[in-house]
């Protein structure tokens, strides 16, 4: 036999064949337990890639479901808390935050929230302009304005807990055919539309000289007598200032024309004109319209994406004067809400939109027919139809108006 180092010669001893047997033994040995424990781990590996590969398919259909409910129930629990913190302040909250004019500085002298209509303050309108020997106001519209909930009534603002606010809704729409409209103190005519109109005329009244709001033309007058001309009509008193403001959502309709304007109070005796009687224009300080002015806050017709601030008044000659502004707003933004402004005072009129400056007009101190010095009161109203328009028809459905609150300020 030949000896070689996997076998030793047969000369060796006994004692180191047996050495060698047992090393060879232990060297099979190693080999495969390497092999085991290799095979081991490379499993474990597996199973741990496949366990981790399922805990995340759990997780993500987990969280796809959970994510849609539990969302919503968190808004819906922040408003909610948001809601009744609000309540329990005793105020409603208002969501988006409007911008709005900074009145921090001013006296808030008048404020209707329109939790009630309250007929002290505000009064109905009534007819188709025919009581003012204007049929159709003058401008051809085609509304009867009417005193019934139809037209005008109050509705809970959807913002707010419940019965803890509502909002001023004005609606306009089509009857199925033309009925009497009533013109009091007239014979009734036929009209197939109807609207609503409220204004503080006789109730309530504005002016930047005191700066007041005045329950009469007699508290308006006494409380502005002490201010003096000068000889261009420049005021030679001090200078006030009111602030007129509101929160509106208009109507986004064909042949709508909705309005926070003002009118000059009735002062016939010192125009000259007779007191009113139903057919006659009323006058002003300074006679008809325009001569004793129009200032209209905020005007928006039909489906447009602007926003109207206008001054009229007549000339010496008694033409009529016009000047104004506008705004462009998105259609979101106009079906959303907005607060209109309009800083009247002694040597300027200033309007805005969510406290943004649309327009302005000056003083024209050499003109003495300026007839902003008057008092004059508030006006809302949605008219169909009419010469702004430019429609002789509108959309048959009903549209409204909605009116959050009504603020009037002094500086």
């Known amino acids: 036999m030949t000896c070689n180092n996997r076998m030793p010669c047969m000369r060796q001893t006994d004692r180191e064949v047996a050495e060698w047997l047992a090393l060879e033994l232990d060297n099979s040995r190693g080999s495969k337990s390497s092999t085991r424990t290799a095979s081991l781990w490379q499993r474990r590996a597996q199973r741990a890639a496949v366990v981790a ?23 819906r629990a922040a408003e909610a808390a948001a809601k009744a913190a609000a309540q329990s302040a005793g105020s409603c909250p208002t969501a988006p935050t409007i911008t709005r004019l900074d009145t921090s500085s001013m006296s808030l002298v008048f404020e209707d929230t329109f939790n009630t209509l309250n007929t002290s303050t505000w009064r109905h309108d009534l007819g188709d302009g025919s009581i003012y020997g204007l049929p159709g106001f003058g401008n051809g519209e085609m509304q009867c304005y009417t005193n019934s909930a139809d037209n005008v009534d109050l509705v809970p603002n959807p913002e707010c807990p419940p019965a803890t606010d509502s909002l001023l809704r004005i609606r306009s729409g089509k009857l199925q055919q033309p009925q009497p409209c009533s013109n009091p103190g007239l014979p009734a005519s036929r009209r197939e539309w109807t609207s609503g109109k409220i204004d503080t005329k006789g109730k309530l009244l504005l002016q930047w000289r005191a700066p007041q709001v005045s329950s009469s033309l007699q508290e308006a007058l006494a409380g502005a007598s002490a201010v003096q001309r000068g000889s261009q009509g420049q005021p030679a008193g001090p200078c006030g200032s009111v602030l007129v403001e509101a929160r509106m959502k208009v109507p986004l309709s064909a042949g709508r024309w909705s309005a926070f304007w003002m009118m000059p109070e009735p002062q016939p005796g010192r125009s000259g004109c007779q007191p009113w009687t139903p057919g006659q224009g009323e006058c002003g300080a300074f006679g008809g319209w325009p001569r004793s002015g129009e200032i209209d806050v905020m005007e928006h017709v039909n489906k447009d994406t602007e926003v109207l601030g206008t ?17 462009g707003l998105s259609d979101e933004e106009l079906q959303g809400w907005n607060v209109y402004q309009l800083q009247w005072s002694c040597d300027a009129i200033r309007w805005y939109v969510n406290g943004q400056e649309m327009h302005k007009v000056l003083r024209p101190w050499v003109q003495p027919q300026w007839p902003f010095d008057e008092p004059f009161f508030l006006i809302l109203n949605t008219a169909v139809g009419g010469a702004l328009t430019g429609y002789s028809d509108a959309d048959a459905a009903t549209a409204e108006m909605l009116v959050d609150y009504v603020r009037v300020y002094a500086f």
């Open 53 to 75: 590969v399922l805990v995340i398919i759990v997780i993500s259909i987990t969280l796809a479901i959970a994510l849609p409910i539990a969302v919503p129930r968190a808004r």
């Open 311 to 327: 001054l009229h008044w007549g000339t010496a000659d008694g033409k009529q004067a016009s000047e104004g502004g506008s705004r």
